[in-house]
């Protein structure tokens, strides 16, 4: 194989942590864009063939690493339960968007004529 005529990428994965741990990354964006789609933690879970209790601990875990909740949530009952994104929780997708598109440029660019 003449090695001359490989081309190599960089790839990477990222996540915003809080002093307490992981605050935010690709898997719990995508919980809360689910919740957000669903209006609710449970279906979001399903979603994503994850059990509620999973969810549940993603989603308490961010609330709590953050100053304030990112889903606001409703216990079931008669007119049954749901959750909802904060604005804190549109802003947190937001900001993870922003941070992974120039991550993607940074790999892009330091990708640029890599050889080996």
């Known amino acids: 194989?003449?090695?001359?005529?490989l081309?190599?990428?960089?790839r990477g994965r990222f996540w915003i942590e809080?002093?307490?741990?992981?605050?935010?990354?690709?898997?719990?964006?995508i919980l809360l864009e689910r919740i957000r789609e669903h209006g609710?933690?449970?279906?979001?879970?399903?979603?994503?063939q994850m059990s509620y209790r999973q969810?549940?601990?993603l989603v308490n875990s961010m609330n709590t690493h953050s100053t304030t909740a990112l889903v606001s949530?409703?216990?079931?009952?008669?007119?049954?339960?749901?959750?909802?994104?904060?604005?804190?929780?549109?802003?947190?997708?937001?900001?993870?968007h922003a941070v992974r598109a120039d991550f993607d440029?940074?790999?892009?660019q330091r990708s640029?004529?890599?050889i080996l």
């Open 18 to 29: 809080s002093p307490q741990g992981t605050f935010l990354g690709q898997g719990r964006v």
């Open 73 to 96: 949530s409703a216990t079931g009952g008669k007119g049954g339960g749901g959750a909802s994104l904060t604005e804190a929780g549109e802003k947190a997708i937001a900001l993870y």
């Open 55 to 57: 969810a549940w601990e």
């Open 105 to 108: 440029v940074f790999l892009a």
């Open 1 to 5: 194989m003449n090695t001359a005529s």
């Open 7 to 10: 081309t190599y990428h960089l």
């Open 40 to 48: 609710s933690i449970s279906a979001a879970a399903r979603s994503m």
């Open 112 to 114: 640029a004529g890599l």
